[in-house]
């Protein structure tokens, strides 16, 4: 939009590069992939915005590093979360029978999303060294979609049979999915913020 509007009455948030950064080889253990296009075209014309506002202080450097914006016009404004992120108000066994979860000793471990940065065959790692270390069944929860390669890295990993994937959860699901699992795994190889941290905290 900066290519039609008035760049001095413009203000940008930019959430992260993680397009460019993959491009240009810079999120270890992730391949770099196609020059993404519309990206390149987009962000070329950052510079020109009046303001721009980056919710961590890692994408404020890499706005200044990959892309060479004015640091004093960048302004680093982290992002909130919604209320209903709070601590359970029923036991563990009463909302993972309401998620079709199972029920307590076994513990369970959520990760979330599948985009090519979230480093799941590490998480899977980690569920196998547990299940071999706990005493109780250890299971993962994973949110999204089955797809062939998910299924094939959980085959490689040894762990069927010890991952749930949710398919899409509603909104008004997520609060409850968090407050019914014991633990985040979170190993993502780049993240411009990383919601699920301060939600799973909350």
Not at 105 to 110: A, E, H, I, K, S
Request: charged letters at 20%; one cysteine or more.
């Amino acid at each position: 939009l900066l290519w039609r509007l008035d760049p001095r009455r413009t203000v940008v948030t930019v959430h992260d590069l993680i397009p460019l950064l993959r491009w240009q080889g810079r999120i270890p253990g992730v391949a770099r992939g196609r020059f993404p296009l519309l990206n390149a075209l987009s962000v070329r014309q950052l510079r020109r915005a009046a303001a721009l506002i980056a919710p961590s202080d890692s994408t404020a450097r890499d706005l200044v590093t990959m892309l060479g914006c004015d640091r004093s016009r960048i302004h680093v404004v982290p992002n909130g979360i919604s209320s209903v992120f709070q601590p359970a108000s029923q036991p563990k066994a009463v909302l993972r029978s309401r998620l079709g979860l199972p029920p307590p000793p076994t513990r369970l471990l959520l990760a979330s999303g599948q985009a090519f940065y979230k480093n799941l065959d590490t998480t899977l790692r980690v569920l196998r060294r547990l299940q071999d270390a706990q005493g109780d069944p250890v299971m993962l929860v994973k949110t999204g979609h089955a797809n062939a390669a998910w299924e094939s890295a959980v085959r490689s990993a040894g762990v069927e049979g010890r991952v749930i994937t949710t398919g899409l959860v509603p909104a008004s699901q997520i609060p409850t999915l968090y407050q019914a699992c014991d633990c985040l795994l979170f190993p993502s190889h780049y993240e411009g913020f990383g919601f699920p941290v301060l939600e799973a905290m909350a």
